[in-house]
């Protein structure tokens, strides 16, 4: 069963939330109207929410307490993409700007900042590797690259023989061993993270396809691959097969597609239905509806740690948290 019931958190300076169960939804006034909250993403261990919005600010909850606890600058350029650690000590976040900054998480303080090799390229995907050895980033110049964490070095450049466009998405497979990096021209390129070598690609069937979103099933097995107009693309890794096309119900493109821990859920927002739905993978069935912002599209969806939340931001400027039970 899963509960409409949410909790919500403004992405602009809200100091604490009200939980689910004390009282039922709460509703607050961002400081900042009409900057949308443009990613999220939950801790490793799941005690901590972070959000970023459209002015460069990243925020940093403490899920059972609803509390603000860290509010971080990126000099006012938007937050498009942010990725945990595995060990939950920092915090990548991109920006259009074309810079990732890496945050100590305990103590809110910038690390390292990585500058986009392209030229007035924005960032527009971070992710960490398994191991938190590696963090790949997705750019406007049409290209994916590997940084050394440690070292904060570039250690590779993956640009796919088709891709001309904005590299929108990008994620690894849970062994680490290969990086999936969707694109706008509607491709998807599986790279070898060891060798830097072109594994396969995978063309989206859609007509005029963007790929926004890339995500690995927890077994490694499947990929999901969530396209600007007609959906969510199930694909076989081995095989490289399509096994299910998850539709929108309402007929949107898609923001962002995550599995669930489990592998057998994944929630998929979209761009102009304003919803977001959670799937049922073994029947490819619908399971929830969580009705979106208003009028405000959703640009970014995260499920918890332990399968029980799905956070969604809103361009509303809102982060809402829907349970699911």
Known sequence: MISLAVVILAAAGIAAARLLGSGGPATFVATQPGQPATSVAFSPNGTLLAGGDDNGHIYLWNIATGRQVANLDTAGKSVSSMSFSPDGAMLATGDEDGRTYLWNVASGTLVA?????????????????????????????????LWNVASRKLVATLTGPGTTETVNSVAFSPDGAT??????????????????????????????????????SPDGATLAVGDGLSGTYLWDVSTRNITATLTQPDGAGVAAAVFGPTGGQVAVGDWIGHNTYVWDIPTTQVIATFAGPGPYFVDDVAFSPGGKTVAVAGGDGTIYLYHVH
Do not use: C, E, Q, R
């Open 113 to 145: 900042t990585l500058t986009d090799p392209g030229s007035d390229s924005g960032v527009h995907s971070v992710a960490f590797s398994p191991d938190g050895t590696m963090l790949a980033t997705g750019d406007l110049n049409a290209s994916a690259y």
């Open 179 to 216: 990086l999936a990096v969707g694109d706008d021209n509607g491709d998807t390129y599986l790279w070898n993270t060891a060798s830097s070598k072109l594994i396969a690609t995978l063309t989206d069937p859609g007509s005029d396809p963007s790929v926004d979103s890339v995500a690995f």
